[in-house]
């Protein structure tokens, strides 16, 4: 994979485990799938410890981290490593050429290639994976990492 690319989804994801963190520390029930956390009850905006301020929406959630705002959803059995292109460019905003990218067009166009050689795989909605790494689950007590499909 794109070393490039690889570093900008290896960010991303250390920076949604730190609001799942969060968010679990803060009280907030994590899903077991996605459509649990549709229907989990919780405001629809609030504060997690801390000050920090998230925004639910969907089958995910904004989290406005001290180091900068993420935003994610979780896969259909509550994972939390998916990622797609939007989320991607958004996480980097300006600092997107400290990844080593001039324009979002660039990171689409490598985004594509990955997908195309099969190092990116898609859920089916709207997340991809990294191919062949272990799931990361919101739920931990849905016990290990589960294993790509």
């Keep these: 994979m794109n070393k490039n690319l690889k570093n900008l989804i290896s960010n991303y994801q250390a ?3 730190a609001a799942v963190e969060i968010m679990q520390r803060s009280g907030i029930p ?16 609030g504060e ?7 925004f ?26 998916g990622f797609d292109l939007w989320r991607l460019v958004k996480f980097a905003g300006p600092a997107l050429a400290t990844y080593g990218f001039a324009t979002n067009e660039e990171v689409k166009k490598c985004f594509e290639a990955e ?13 991809y994976y990294v191919a062949g790494a272990q799931r990361s689950l919101a739920d931990a007590r849905c016990g290990t ?5």
Excluded: M, Q
């Design 115 to 127: 997908v195309n050689s099969g190092s990116l795989v898609s859920s089916g909605y709207i997340l």
């Design 56 to 81: 639910k929406h969907g089958f995910g959630c904004h989290v406005n981290l001290p180091t900068g705002s993420i935003d994610f959803d979780f896969g259909e059995r509550g994972e939390t490593d």
């Design 145 to 149: 990492p589960i294993e790509p499909r």
């Design 15 to 17: 920076s949604v485990r």
């Design 30 to 45: 994590l899903p077991a799938t996605s459509s649990d956390w549709i229907n989990t009850d919780i405001p629809g905006r």
């Design 48 to 54: 997690l410890e801390g000050g920090i301020a998230y």
